[in-house]
């Protein structure tokens, strides 16, 4: 099973931005989906972004394109989810998750990284003036 550590998060101003990382151990199959979701208090886990190691393929919810970005350092084993104009609406503890059997087409199985994959412990996001 893979290993995941989330860092990065921390207080940001309404506006601002943050970059959180997601350090992984080394992978066991070929090719995966790297994820990140949040969970606020009293709130559904939601599904964000999705990355392919296979070919970078990315996949986007609605609630964040055009402000969350998510990429990778395929040297490092290092995912990255950047989040610009925070808003009340994004704190919450933010997580990467990681499964080989899911496959980005033109969606991304939040609902299977949730059931299958390897979830790190989380990273805490405030948006507070």
């Known amino acids: 099973q893979v290993q995941l550590v989330e860092s990065g998060g921390g207080l940001v101003q309404p506006g601002g931005s943050l970059r959180l990382s997601c350090a992984t151990s080394?992978?066991?199959?070929?090719?995966?989906?790297i994820a990140w979701f949040r969970q606020a208090p009293g709130k559904e886990r939601e599904g964000l972004t999705c990355?392919?190691?296979?070919?970078?393929?990315?996949y986007y919810a609605d609630s964040v394109k055009g402000r969350f970005g998510t990429s990778r350092d395929s040297v490092k084993n290092i995912y990255y989810l950047q989040m610009n104009n925070l808003q009340s609406e994004d704190p919450a503890m933010y997580y990467c998750?990681?499964?080989?059997?899911?496959?980005?087409?033109?969606?991304?199985?939040?609902?299977?990284?949730?059931?299958?994959?390897?979830w790190g412990q989380g990273t805490q996001v405030i948006v507070s003036s």
């Open positions: 990355i392919s190691t296979r070919d970078d393929r990315t």
């Open positions: 998750v990681a499964e080989h059997s899911v496959v980005i087409t033109s969606t991304c199985s939040f609902a299977a990284l949730i059931d299958f994959g390897s």
């Open positions: 080394p992978f066991t199959y070929d090719f995966y989906t």
